[in-house]
Structure formats: structure tokens, C-alpha cells
């Protein structure tokens, strides 16, 4: 079964900078659409970013200009450098993909979207 994990989170200043990663592994898989959730504590989770397979990008209009997401198709991976922070951007940052698995037994591919279990970003003042 296909799997994301996030890496990169941590605690830093306002005004400084993260890099977050996420890589899915599994067998026989195909991604399309990926993106950058983000929770923060007692709040709803917000979509932050995505981008699709082709490279084009969307943002949240609170990051537009600091956040830039990208993608490495040969290594599965989904990055997203975060620049300029504030206290604002803290919290669980979640990746998420559109994949497409190939069934072991009918050798189907069949969609599905999946979550990565999160990586904690914490901006201090």
C-alpha cells in the first residue's frame, strides 16, 4: 500500500525558514495531484498548496510569496520551502496525493487519496 512521510518540520524564528519533504512508497503506484495541508491547534485544516503531475501551482492567498511548492516525479517526493515565517503558520503540516495503486491480484489500477501523518511546524515570536 502506498505511503507518504513527511520530514523537515521543526521549531523556528519568525522570519525564518523550513523545508518540509514528503515521499510515498509502496509498489506498482502512480501520482498525480499532491498538496500541503497544515492544521493548526483547535482549527479546521486548511489546504496551504498543491500541485499537479504537469507543475502547476496553487497557494493559499496567507502564503502566496513566502511558500513555494514543488515536486521531484522521479523520486516521488513533494517538497514545500517555506520562507519569511510567522507565528501564524504554526502547525501539523500534512501531505496529500492522488495516487493510483496497482491491485497485486487483478493488476488494476484503481484511485485513491491518501495522508501522510503529519509533520509539526512551530513559529516563534
Known amino acids: 500500500q502506498v505511503q507518504l512521510v513527511e520530514s523537515g518540520g521543526g521549531l523556528v524564528q519568525a522570519g525564518g525558514s523550513l523545508r518540509l519533504s514528503c515521499s510515498a512508497s509502496?509498489?506498482?503506484?502512480?501520482?498525480?495531484?499532491m498538496a500541503w495541508y497544515r492544521q493548526a491547534p483547535g482549527e479546521q485544516r486548511e489546504r496551504v498548496a498543491t500541485i499537479t503531475s504537469a507543475g502547476s501551482t496553487n497557494y493559499l492567498d496567507s502564503v502566496k510569496g513566502r511558500f513555494t511548492i514543488s515536486r521531484d516525479n522521479a523520486k516521488n517526493t513533494v517538497y514545500l520551502q517555506m520562507n519569511s515565517l510567522k507565528p501564524e503558520d504554526t502547525g501539523v503540516y500534512i501531505c496529500?496525493?492522488?495516487?493510483?495503486?496497482?491491485?497485486?491480484?487483478?493488476?488494476?489500477?484503481?484511485?485513491?487519496?491518501?495522508w501522510g501523518k503529519g509533520t509539526l511546524v512551530t513559529v516563534s515570536s
Open positions: 496529500n496525493a492522488d495516487v493510483q495503486e496497482r491491485d497485486p491480484y487483478d493488476l488494476r489500477y484503481y484511485s485513491m487519496n491518501i
Open positions: 509502496g509498489s506498482k503506484f502512480r501520482i498525480n495531484d
